[in-house]
């Protein structure tokens, strides 16, 4: 232990009061001095042991007492004080790194009352020694290089520390290498060092090159040694550089395989597989190859590494053409994904870095030859797409385009024969050896299949080889619009109401034709119109037809002019049937069961003879019958003023004079050979084109007329019946349609309906007596007025003499 220094540490006087002898009491001075002690850190025992002796003068009894750092602080423990003497003891060892010095507190107090009779400190210095050994922050540093670094690489750093008082010996430390393991050559390892004396930072690197082949992995190992006086501490780390392999051998070419040949037109094909050899360690970026194609112009080969065996395997990525060449030459070049490189040392000077000396990538050529296989491919048209304008309505013959094509394949001695192959109209004609395109029929703009005036034909060239081969054209006609259509209207025949102020209806005209040859239109009345009827106003597309107060009720023919835009005309018929109408603003037609009995047989009579009338149409009828066939449907809901109105089916168009009417008529309108059914159909056929429609055999309020709304012609309808028949549909439509409305509508008259009076017993049920009133019905013969046929012509003389047999007989 060391000796025990003693110094003043407080001084404390005590005066002495004096007073006379017999009276005063008088105190002497004492002197109590406090010693400062010291104590070794880390001291190895034996425990306890004494520290040192508080001396007091005392001229009565005093107990001592001790507290503080040590004894009633931390570290608690250390230190105690014999109450009686004044001695201190050590019980344990003391970190200086934790405690560099222990205040206390010393009392002597009066044992006769523990009156604290002084209190002073005491300071205890903790002596520092060299206990600590310096530390690294990690046990092991592992590092992985490759082997193409550059000598002077940083590697990795190293940290250790001492925990001894700073600015001393015993907390100062030195970095160095101790060994490395395997002993490196053409390599050495060093370590800089950094930082404060107990914190050093030491940064690795290397001198000259590495080689995998030498070494694959080094262990350097490093201490940390610090600088005591009595003795020097250390400690060790392990530094681990692993050393990836890099390319330091280049892939040769050792051979191919595979035939070199690809036919033309082959795409995604593999043509070629070339070997290498590399020495390097096989699974790593140092021996995996990398090929290049060169010579490549039209960048149709592919090259790829077969990650197995590490071949090049040469595709034809994108189709080669014999006709441009039947070899193809290319090289190849072969490298490894990391860049080859070789290092070598020339000195080593004593100071700085070693002399070296570098290579990078020398990579091999391959010379390859690819054999092109001639195939019959198909001709092809230069261009393949024509677009041509011309106007419609051109002469049938005119030349439109030439389309010549092209075959390469010279190894076969081919003939190319044209074919026409889209042509939905059939509008056009392809000479089989030229090519030469030449029109069949007219070109009509307002055709189908002509699109904003476009027109589509394609054509084909095929060859003469095995299997034959087929190249496409396609010629598109831009149709120049001309004006070869007449205005027409959408609707021919409408209602109107009478009223005491004027009434209105629209008409609507169209025009097949495109601007300018269209609408706005102009339109004017002829006739006696003055006062009675106008249009309001007389040009655009759709205007209103003025009925004036003046004009009766009944059936109304006009005649309508319409113009276009260039004057092109046409005149149309105009049938407008005038009635009283209900607050729906639907006229209200009077039904013919209403009429009295007479007027009812004249029904019966007009539906017989409509019925024979249009037997006879049938029978006059020449050529083929064809159905219309409509592009688009434009069926209107039939109004009817019954609850249960029954089945109607469509009947046939009979002849071409007829092409847009459609029949509706009740279930007894499918084929029959009875006379009955037969008349009872075609009257329903005429009625219907009239604008009403007879459905007999309904009972109460059935078997009546019932009036349509009107008769409408679509667009699309009028360009179906355009190319059903050459006759124009217009004038049979306005010359049939005025005479089926004259005589239906004489038809509707006042009276009593059919079966509305009261119901009249004639017999009861199981009577057998039977009431005369049943025995004969008379019908008055009424000579048939053959007047009313004159207004259709010689054809219906026949029909005239099966209506009067009396005229026939004689």
Not at 112 to 122: F, H, I, Y
Not at 238 to 257: K, Q, Y
Not at 324 to 329: E, P, T, V
Not at 783 to 796: A, I, K, V
């Amino acid at each position: 232990m060391n000796t025990i220094t003693i110094s003043l540490f407080t001084t404390l006087c005590v005066g002495i009061l004096s007073a006379s002898p017999p009276e005063t009491l008088v105190r002497k001075k004492r002197y109590w001095i406090i010693d400062s002690f010291q104590i070794t850190e880390e001291y190895p025992g034996p425990f306890p042991y004494l520290l040192g002796k508080i001396e007091v003068e005392k001229k009565f009894a005093v107990g001592f007492n001790l507290q503080g750092q040590g004894v009633t602080e931390e570290p608690k423990g250390t230190l105690s004080i014999d109450t009686q003497t004044g001695e201190i003891w050590v019980h344990k060892k003391i970190d200086y790194e934790e405690y560099q010095n222990l205040k206390l507190t010393f009392e002597a107090r009066k044992i006769q009352n523990n009156v604290v009779d002084t209190r002073l400190g005491v300071e205890v210095k903790v002596m520092d020694i060299n206990d600590n050994a310096p530390r690294f922050e990690k046990e092991t540093y592992p590092v992985n290089l490759k082997e193409s670094a550059s000598q002077n690489t940083f590697l990795t750093g190293v940290l250790a520390s001492d925990k001894d008082k700073y600015m001393t010996n015993n907390g100062t430390l030195d970095l160095r290498i101790v060994s490395v393991s395997p002993l490196p050559i053409d390599l050495e390892f060093y370590i800089e060092q950094s930082g404060p004396g107990n914190n050093r930072v030491g940064t690795i690197l290397f001198k000259g090159c590495l080689d995998h082949e030498k070494a694959e992995k080094y262990t350097i190992l490093v201490e940390a040694k610090d600088r005591g006086e009595k003795v020097q501490l250390s400690s060790t780390s392990t530094v681990i550089i692993n050393i990836e392999d890099g390319n330091n051998h280049l892939p040769v070419f050792t051979g191919h395989t595979g035939s070199g040949r690809v036919k033309e037109g082959d795409e995604k094909v593999p043509v070629l597989r070339l070997q290498v050899s590399d020495q390097d360690t096989p699974g790593t970026d140092a021996w995996r190859a990398v090929y290049t194609i060169h010579g490549d112009t039209g960048n149709h080969f592919r090259i790829t590494t077969d990650p197995q065996s590490n071949e090049g395997v040469l595709f034809v990525d994108k189709a080669l053409d014999y006709e441009k060449g039947s070899l193809r030459n290319l090289s190849v070049s072969v490298t490894n994904v990391v860049p080859y490189h070789t290092c070598q040392v020339k000195s080593r000077p004593d100071e700085g870095l070693w002399d070296v000396v570098t290579t990078g990538d020398v990579p091999a050529i391959r010379q390859v030859v690819v054999t092109v296989e001639d195939v019959n491919e198909p001709p092809f048209f230069t261009p393949d797409v024509k677009n041509i304008t011309v106007n419609e309505n051109m002469p049938v013959g005119l030349t439109l385009e030439v389309f010549t094509a092209t075959d390469l394949d010279h190894s076969y001695d081919n003939t190319l024969l044209y074919m026409k192959g889209e042509d939905l109209n059939e509008w056009v004609k392809v000479d089989s050896k030229t090519g030469t395109i030449t029109t069949a029929k007219l070109l009509d703009r307002e055709a189908p299949n002509v699109i904003n005036g476009h027109y589509k034909v394609t054509l084909y060239a095929v060859d003469s080889g095995k299997p034959p081969m087929t190249g496409t054209g396609t010629l598109n006609i831009h149709l120049n619009d001309q004006n070869d259509n007449t205005p027409f209207l959408e609707r021919t025949s409408m209602d109107m109401c009478l009223s005491d102020q004027a009434s209105v209806t629209n008409i609507t005209a169209l025009d097949l034709d495109g601007d300018p040859y269209s609408g706005p239109f102009r339109f004017q009345l002829e006739g006696d119109v003055k006062d009675k009827w106008r249009i309001e106003p007389n040009n655009g597309y759709t205007v209103s037809l003025v009925k004036e107060t003046t004009v009766h009720a009944g059936y109304h023919e006009l005649k309508l002019r319409v113009f276009d835009l260039q004057g092109q005309q046409a005149v149309h018929n105009l049938s407008v049937s005038v009635c009283e109408c209900d607050q729906m603003q639907h006229c209200n037609l009077r039904s013919a069961t209403q009429l009295g009995g007479g007027t009812a047989i004249g029904i019966l009579l007009a539906l017989l003879l409509l019925g024979v009338l249009l037997l006879a149409l049938m029978l006059s009828c020449e050529g083929e019958m064809r159905p219309i066939i409509l592009e688009e449907s434009s069926g209107a809901l039939m109004k009817s003023y019954i609850e249960t109105p029954g089945s109607d089916c469509a009947v046939p168009l009979l002849c071409q004079q007829i092409p847009a009417i459609t029949a509706v008529t009740h279930d007894n309108c499918k084929k029959s050979t009875a006379a009955g059914a037969e008349l009872e159909s075609q009257s329903s056929y005429l009625l219907r084109a009239s604008g009403q429609v007879y459905r007999p055999g309904l009972g109460r309020q059935q078997g009546s007329l019932h009036r349509v709304q009107s008769t409408t012609l679509n667009k699309s309808m009028i360009v179906s019946s355009k190319y059903w028949s050459e006759d124009s549909y217009l004038a049979t439509y306005d010359g049939l349609l005025p005479v089926l409305h004259k005589r239906t509508y004489r038809l509707q008259m006042q009276g009593n309906e059919l079966g509305d009076y009261p119901p009249h017993p004639y017999a009861e049920e199981g009577d057998p007596e039977t009431s005369s009133q049943l025995d004969v019905i008379s019908i008055p013969e009424s000579p048939f007025n053959t007047d009313m046929l004159l207004h259709l012509g010689p054809r219906f003389n026949t029909l005239a003499s099966l209506c009067t047999p009396k005229l026939n007989s004689s």
